[in-house]
């Protein structure tokens, strides 16, 4: 049984695991969507899917690269994809997050053209269990005015329950069998 914890929320989110590197320049050049989706196995190990999509503002300009930094130091199993395709990327760790950095092979070029893709990866230190308790953190965004949409999906075993402390307070719980 399985128990899903949705969090959703748009502009100015107070909560999530990256922050993207480049985007201060760009801010204006893209809008920015994020779906987020925390899977939490039994034994604290977090698979994290983030599934972007970056629609163009202009005309003229088109994304090359990305780089989000990571609020996690034991980061592994990274993995790139745009549409079907596993793009490389650098992964350099810091002191207490972990860079993430890639290049996109195809230019999408005009206004509101999409680019979707998304980064995964699995992380020991976003859950911690304690006996019965499963406490799972998940760092703020660093700039959440970066980002036009933003949703979060915690996927805990639903033995937990319904959480008993949550921030943002308002959230959406399921229970599917």
């Known amino acids: 049984m399985r128990g899903k914890f949705l969090s ?52 003229t300009v088109y994304a090359t690269q990305y780089a989000l930094e990571v609020g996690s130091t034991k980061v592994r199993n990274v993995t790139i994809k745009e549409k079907g395709t596993v793009l ?19 230019k999408i070029v005009g206004k509101d053209q999409k680019r979707s893709f998304s980064v995964e990866y699995d992380s020991d230190d976003l859950a911690i269990k304690t006996g019965t308790i499963l406490e799972v953190s998940i760092p703020k965004l660093a700039n959440p005015i970066t980002f036009d949409q933003y949703s979060v999906t915690i996927d805990v075993d639903g033995n937990y329950g319904t959480p008993s402390l949550s921030t943002p307070k308002v959230f959406y719980y399921f229970y599917a069998k």
């Open 8 to 59: 959703s929320c748009l502009v100015f989110t107070v909560i999530c695991a990256l922050w993207p590197v480049a985007r201060i320049k760009a801010a204006g050049e893209f809008t920015t969507s994020l779906e987020s989706t925390y899977t939490v196995a039994s034994s604290g190990t977090t698979h994290v899917v983030q599934n972007f999509t970056l629609t163009n503002n202009l005309s």
């Open 88 to 106: 490389s990327s650098k992964v350099t760790p810091y002191s207490n997050k972990t860079g993430i950095s890639f290049s996109f092979g195809e």
